[in-house]
C-alpha cells in the first residue's frame, strides 16, 4: 500500500514538473497596444506631447466645437491599432502629429491591416515631426499597387505588385494606425518600386 501511494506521488510530481517546463517553453503574447483616447475638441492644443490625433473634421475640427479627436501614443515600441470596429473607422479628414523630435514617425493606412504585406493594395501616409495635415486629401504618400511599373526607363513586361509614391486621399479613409520609433517602424516604409 506504501509503493502504491508512493508511486502515485512521484507521478504526480513527475506530471507538475513537466507541465511546468511545457508552460515555460511558450511563446510570450505581444505586449498590447495601449488605448486609443477619444475627445471632444479642436485644434493643436487638444493633442498631447508624442501623440498622433486624427480629427473627425478639416482644419483640426475648426469648424465643429464638438468634433472628436481620437489620440494614439507615440512611445519607443512599436503599436499597429486596427481601427476595424472602432469609433474612430473610416472617420478623420484632419490630423496632427505632435512630436517635436522625428525620432518617432507614424503612419496612417486605409486598410484595417498596417503594413504592406500579402495580395491587397495598400495606401499609407507617415507623420514626422509636427506635421499637420488641415485635410487628408491630396497628399504625398505610398501605395501598394499590382500593375505595370515604370522604372529606370523602361516598362514592366508582367503585371507586379510594386509600391508607388503618389498623391493619397485618406479623408474618411482610415483603417491603421502604426507608431513608434523610427528604427521600429522602418519596414513600414516600404522601398520604391516604380510609377505605373
Known amino acids: ?3 502504491l501511494a ?3 506521488t512521484l507521478a504526480a510530481t513527475c506530471t507538475v ?22 475627445l471632444v475638441g479642436q485644434g493643436t ?3 498631447p506631447s508624442k ?10 475640427n475648426a469648424h465643429n466645437k464638438d468634433g472628436k479627436v481620437w489620440i494614439f501614443p507615440v512611445a519607443e515600441e512599436r503599436h499597429d491599432f486596427t481601427l476595424e470596429g472602432h469609433a474612430a473607422q473610416n472617420q478623420p479628414s484632419s490630423a496632427y502629429m505632435n512630436v517635436s ?8 493606412f486605409a486598410d484595417e491591416r498596417c503594413g504592406y504585406d500579402g ?7 507617415q507623420f514626422l515631426g509636427s506635421r499637420r495635415l488641415d485635410v487628408l486629401r491630396d497628399v504625398n504618400g505610398r501605395a501598394k499597387r499590382y500593375g505595370y511599373f515604370y522604372s529606370n ?4 513586361k508582367d503585371k507586379r505588385w510594386g509600391i508607388t509614391e503618389e498623391t493619397l486621399n485618406l479623408n474618411d479613409r482610415a483603417g491603421c494606425v502604426t507608431t513608434g520609433a523610427w528604427d521600429n517602424t522602418y519596414a513600414m516604409r516600404p522601398s520604391y518600386t516604380g510609377s505605373m
Open 1 to 3: 500500500m506504501k509503493r
Open 45 to 47: 492644443d487638444v493633442c
Open 101 to 108: 523630435d522625428t525620432k518617432w514617425t507614424a503612419y496612417l
Open 6 to 8: 508512493l508511486s502515485m
Open 153 to 156: 526607363g523602361r516598362w514592366d
Open 119 to 125: 495580395d491587397r493594395n495598400q495606401e499609407a501616409i
Open 51 to 60: 501623440s498622433l490625433c486624427l480629427y473627425q473634421d478639416h482644419d483640426l
Open 17 to 38: 514538473s513537466l507541465t511546468g517546463v511545457a508552460q515555460g517553453d511558450e511563446p510570450r503574447a505581444a505586449s498590447a497596444a495601449p488605448a486609443v483616447q477619444e
